[in-house]
T-cell receptor, first 115, second 114 residues
Framework: DVKVTQSSRYLVKRTGEKVFLECVQD?????MFWYRQDPGLGLRLIYF???????EKGDIPEGYSVSREKKERFSLILESASTNQTSMYLC??????????????FGPGTRLTVL | AQSVTQLDSQVPVFEEAPVELRCNYS??????LFWYVQYPNQGLQLLLK??????LVKGINGFEAEFNKSQTSFHLRKPSVHISDTAEYFC????????????FGKGTRLSVIA
C-alpha cells in the first residue's frame, strides 16, 4: 500500500520560530510537492521537486524554502514563522513513469498554528 | 497554463438524492483531469481521472464524471448520495507533461443531510 507520511498532524509554533515540516514517501517516486490548503482558496502549490537536490517554485513560495537530500524525503522550511502561515500543509508525491496520467498521492496533512 | 474553476463552493443535498459537482477547465494543450476527495481531517484521495477514450469515467464509491471537450467541463456526479459522502471535493488538471504539478480548483464542500 502506497504511503506518504508527514511528521506531525498538529503543530503549534510562535512567531519568528524556524519550522520544519517533514514528508516521507515509500513509493520511490521522483516528484514531490508541498501545498498549503486554506478555506475558500483550495490547494496552492508552494514548492515541488523533480529529483534529489532539485526544486522549483510554485505559486506561493515567499516565506518558505525546501530541502530534498534523499529521494524519499522532502522538507518544507519556514525560516521565520508568521501568523499568516497558519494553515494546513499537504505533501504529495508522484511517479514520472506513465507521464501525465499519474496521480499524486497525498499525506494526511499537518495543521500548523503560528501564535 | 492550465486552470480550474469549481462553480459551487458548497452543495447541500439530502441523502439518497442525486448530486452534480461542477468543474470547468481552461488549457491551451491536451489536458488530464482528476477528481479528488478529502474526508474530514484527512489528506486527499483520488476518486477518478480522465485519461482518454470514453468521455464517461467511473470512479470509486459510485461516482462518475463526464468529460465534455466542447464545454471544457468535467462534472462529477453520483445518482444517490450517502451521509458518508460528506466531504470536500477537488477538481484538478495537468498539462501534457508528467512532471508538472496538478493545478487544483478551490473545492466544493458537499454536505449530505439525513
Amino acid at each position: 500500500d502506497v504511503k506518504v507520511t508527514q511528521s506531525s498532524r498538529y503543530l503549534v509554533k510562535r512567531t519568528g520560530e524556524k519550522v520544519f515540516l517533514e514528508c516521507v514517501q515509500d513509493m520511490d517516486h521522483e516528484n514531490m510537492f508541498w501545498y498549503r490548503q486554506d478555506p475558500g482558496l483550495g490547494l496552492r502549490l508552494i514548492y515541488f521537486s523533480y529529483d534529489v537536490k532539485m526544486k522549483e517554485k510554485g505559486d506561493i513560495p515567499e516565506g518558505y524554502s525546501v530541502s530534498r537530500e534523499k529521494k524519499e524525503r522532502f522538507s518544507l522550511i519556514l525560516e521565520s514563522a508568521s501568523t499568516n502561515q497558519t494553515s494546513m500543509y499537504l505533501c504529495a508525491s508522484s511517479s514520472v513513469a506513465g507521464g501525465p496520467y499519474n496521480e499524486q498521492f497525498f499525506g494526511p496533512g499537518t495543521r500548523l498554528t503560528v501564535l | 497554463a492550465q486552470s480550474v474553476t469549481q462553480l459551487d463552493s458548497q452543495v447541500p443535498v439530502f441523502e439518497e438524492a442525486p448530486v452534480e459537482l461542477r468543474c470547468n477547465y481552461s488549457s491551451s494543450v491536451s489536458v488530464y483531469l482528476f477528481w479528488y476527495v478529502q474526508y474530514p481531517n484527512q489528506g486527499l484521495q483520488l476518486l477518478l481521472k480522465y485519461l482518454s477514450g470514453s468521455t464517461l469515467v467511473k470512479g470509486i464509491n459510485g461516482f462518475e464524471a463526464e468529460f465534455n471537450k466542447s464545454q471544457t467541463s468535467f462534472h462529477l456526479r453520483k445518482p444517490s448520495v450517502h451521509i458518508s459522502d460528506t466531504a470536500e471535493y477537488f477538481c484538478a488538471v495537468r498539462g501534457n507533461s508528467g512532471n508538472t504539478p496538478l493545478v487544483f480548483g478551490k473545492g466544493t464542500r458537499l454536505s449530505v443531510i439525513a
